[in-house]
């Protein structure tokens, strides 16, 4: 109780400068302000998430259609005084194959203070505690974790997890925005990403984002936490994205990553200052410096049809020889993913109807590495897709939203290669070293297992600056898999959100 009040007490206390340059939400909260970005023909990345609004040019997102219900609590972005909220949450999970209802609760703060438009610093802590339903336990990987938050408490089901994040910016010129906090990001326009997902706890971070011309550069630093095998050790990683507006329909980004460990079996590396060269592709960087470093390369795509069509795609190549590719004969480290996507905005003429339909496919062994502290985790979570490898997965989701009230229905079919008989490469944080084979590797080897996922939401947003909201859910899985139960869980109650939560996988 002590640590909470200090906390909070802290918490009041920094809050001397703001004026908010990002917005931030889940899905439900930045659904319409989505709407105005994809539609526009102005020029902004819908890519790189958060969104932010540095520059006046982003003073259409305040389109004057939208000031009603939720939109309007975020769109007072200079309004030149203090805003400081509670963040609350009780969410009751009822499922018929357990005696008891489960109960998880939130108390917190968020604060800005609106003092200029060059500065800006926002901060939520939330204290969450309570315990899991079985089925949030019982999960294709589980690591004893809190997905989306941090680590179960001790080998029971319960979790005490003091959650503080923060963002600290400020207008260089009026090309950069300097960032430094501890949050998410996300890199993509779908709602999974294979590049860098909301998935994962929150990390440190420093931030840079560059826009000139049709351009966005973003650099970014991370430090993440590998806890694996029961011991806290350092990482860290760097990560550039090029988003390119070619023109008003299309977008191309380039997108690279590089993760390393702390501390290696050599030496004591921490921060490698050598990646942190702004305008680089790390291959060259690994050569220079003898390192056997886990980098990614990657790219997205999107295509704009009548304004309220979205087509989009990504890559993802980990690792691979184009002589072994062609050859087709299933060598273990042609390590790649890739995403095609639609999306449709106001579908039939009707205002707040959107519909989304999603493919995902990794093969065996991508994001994994030597050792989990140089896979693409944090916390026991990939910062990728939840599924991490060797998976097939088909979503489809329907959503209304019409001032406060939003209705969401949602499934998913998913083919994942577990690794329960040996590693077949379905889950990163194995060493590719423990693989079976060197060759005849495919998508789906191993213990196939097979999850269909169905989700009805309806909630009604309260107070949008928090992104708090009634909410009543309805999921249904089926599994093949003999450990993962087929469940029916009914969840309901009051909870405020910064980022999505995700359970279908």
Same mark, same amino acid.
């Given at each position: 109780?002590?640590?909470?009040?200090?906390?909070?007490?802290?918490?009041?206390?920094?809050?001397?400068?703001?004026?908010?340059?990002?917005?931030?939400?889940?899905?439900?909260?930045?659904?319409?302000?989505?709407?105005?970005?994809?539609?526009?023909?102005?020029?902004?990345? $819908?890519?790189? @998430?958060?969104? #932010? !609004?540095?520059?006046?040019?982003?003073? &259409?997102?305040?389109? /004057?259609? +939208?000031?009603?219900?939720?939109?309007?609590?975020?769109?007072?972005?200079?309004?030149?005084?203090?805003?400081?909220?509670?963040?609350?949450?009780?969410?009751?999970?009822?499922?018929?194959?357990?005696?008891?209802?489960?109960?998880?609760?939130?108390?917190?703060?968020?604060?800005?203070?609106?003092?200029?438009?060059?500065?800006?610093?926002?901060?939520?802590?939330?204290?969450?505690?309570?315990?899991?339903?079985?089925?949030?336990?019982?999960?294709?990987?589980?690591?004893?974790?809190?997905?989306?938050?941090?680590?179960?408490?001790?080998?029971?089901?319960?979790?005490?997890?003091?959650?503080?994040?923060?963002?600290?910016?400020?207008?260089?010129?009026?090309?950069?925005?300097? $960032?430094?906090? @501890?949050?998410? #990001? !996300?890199?993509?326009?779908?709602?999974? &990403?294979?590049?860098? /997902?909301? +998935?994962?706890?929150?990390?440190?971070?420093?931030?840079?984002?560059?826009?000139?011309?049709?351009?966005?550069?973003?650099?970014?630093?991370?430090?993440?936490?590998?806890?694996?095998?029961?011991?806290?050790?350092?990482?860290?990683?760097?990560?550039?994205?090029?988003?390119?507006?070619?023109?008003?329909?299309?977008?191309?980004?380039?997108?690279?990553?590089?993760?390393?460990?702390?501390?290696?079996?050599?030496?004591?590396?921490?921060?490698?200052?050598?990646?942190?060269?702004?305008?680089?592709?790390?291959?060259?960087?690994?050569?220079?410096?003898?390192?056997?470093?886990?980098?990614?390369?990657?790219?997205?795509?999107?295509?704009?049809?009548?304004?309220?069509?979205?087509?989009?795609?990504?890559?993802?190549?980990?690792?691979?020889?184009?002589?072994?590719?062609?050859?087709?004969?299933?060598?273990?480290?042609?390590?790649?993913?890739?995403?095609?996507?639609?999306?449709?905005?106001?579908?039939?003429?009707?205002?707040?109807?959107?519909?989304?339909?999603?493919?995902?496919?990794?093969?065996?062994?991508?994001?994994?590495?030597?050792?989990?502290?140089?896979?693409?985790?944090?916390?026991?979570?990939?910062?990728?897709?939840?599924?991490?490898?060797?998976?097939?997965?088909?979503?489809?989701?329907?959503?209304?939203?019409?001032?406060?009230?939003?209705?969401?229905?949602?499934?998913?079919?998913?083919?994942?290669?577990?690794?329960?008989?040996?590693?077949?490469?379905?889950?990163?944080?194995?060493?590719?070293?423990?693989?079976?084979?060197?060759?005849?590797?495919?998508?789906?080897?191993?213990?196939?297992?097979?999850?269909?996922?169905?989700?009805?939401?309806?909630?009604?947003?309260?107070?949008?600056?928090?992104?708090?909201?009634?909410?009543?859910?309805?999921?249904?899985?089926?599994?093949?898999?003999?450990?993962?139960?087929?469940?029916?869980?009914?969840?309901?109650?009051?909870?405020?959100?910064?980022?999505?939560?995700?359970?279908?996988?």
């Amino acid at each position: 109780m002590v640590k909470l009040i200090l906390n909070i007490v802290f918490l009041i206390l920094v809050f001397s400068i703001n004026a908010q340059h990002y917005f931030y939400g889940d899905n439900q909260r930045v659904f319409q302000l989505e709407s105005s970005l994809y539609q526009s023909d102005s020029n902004k990345h $819908s890519v790189i @998430k958060p969104y #932010n !609004f540095k520059t006046s040019r982003n003073q &259409s997102f305040k389109d /004057s259609s +939208f000031h009603k219900g939720v939109w309007i609590y975020g769109s007072d972005l200079n309004n030149k005084k203090a805003i400081f909220l509670p963040v609350i949450g009780a969410n009751y999970f009822i499922s018929p194959q357990e005696s008891n209802a489960n109960l998880s609760t939130s108390i917190g703060a968020q604060c800005e203070l609106n003092f200029n438009s060059k500065i800006s610093f926002f901060s939520r802590y939330v204290f969450r505690r309570g315990s899991l339903s079985d089925f949030s336990l019982d999960r294709t990987h589980n690591r004893s974790t809190v997905q989306g938050f941090g680590l179960l408490s001790d080998s029971t089901n319960e979790f005490q997890i003091h959650q503080f994040d923060f963002n600290l910016s400020a207008i260089l010129n009026k090309y950069i925005l300097f $960032s430094i906090g @501890k949050g998410k #990001n !996300f890199f993509g326009d779908g709602y999974r &990403s294979l590049l860098l /997902s909301d +998935f994962a706890p929150s990390y440190p971070y420093i931030k840079i984002e560059s826009e000139f011309w049709k351009v966005k550069y973003v650099n970014l630093y991370s430090m993440h936490v590998d806890n694996y095998n029961a011991q806290e050790n350092k990482k860290f990683s760097s990560t550039h994205t090029l988003s390119w507006n070619i023109n008003k329909a299309i977008n191309l980004s380039i997108f690279e990553s590089v993760v390393w460990a702390a501390k290696d079996s050599l030496n004591q590396r921490n921060f490698d200052i050598n990646y942190l060269n702004p305008i680089i592709f790390f291959r060259p960087v690994e050569y220079s410096i003898g390192s056997a470093d886990n980098s990614f390369l990657g790219a997205n795509l999107k295509l704009r049809f009548f304004k309220k069509h979205i087509f989009y795609g990504q890559l993802l190549v980990d690792e691979f020889l184009l002589n072994e590719l062609r050859s087709g004969n299933g060598w273990w480290a042609n390590k790649y993913g890739f995403q095609f996507g639609y999306k449709v905005f106001d579908l039939f003429g009707i205002k707040g109807l959107g519909a989304q339909i999603e493919y995902n496919e990794v093969r065996p062994f991508t994001y994994s590495h030597v050792v989990s502290q140089q896979n693409y985790g944090h916390m026991n979570h990939s910062l990728a897709h939840p599924y991490e490898a060797n998976f097939k997965e088909l979503l489809i989701r329907m959503r209304f939203q019409k001032n406060n009230f939003n209705a969401e229905i949602n499934y998913a079919y998913q083919r994942h290669g577990a690794n329960t008989f040996g590693n077949y490469g379905g889950d990163m944080f194995f060493s590719y070293t423990t693989r079976l084979n060197e060759y005849d590797n495919f998508t789906l080897q191993g213990d196939l297992n097979v999850a269909n996922h169905f989700c009805a939401l309806v909630s009604y947003q309260l107070i949008a600056k928090s992104n708090t909201a009634l909410f009543s859910t309805v999921v249904f899985r089926t599994n093949s898999h003999p450990q993962i139960n087929n469940d029916l869980l009914i969840s309901f109650g009051v909870k405020s959100n910064l980022w999505n939560t995700y359970l279908d996988y």
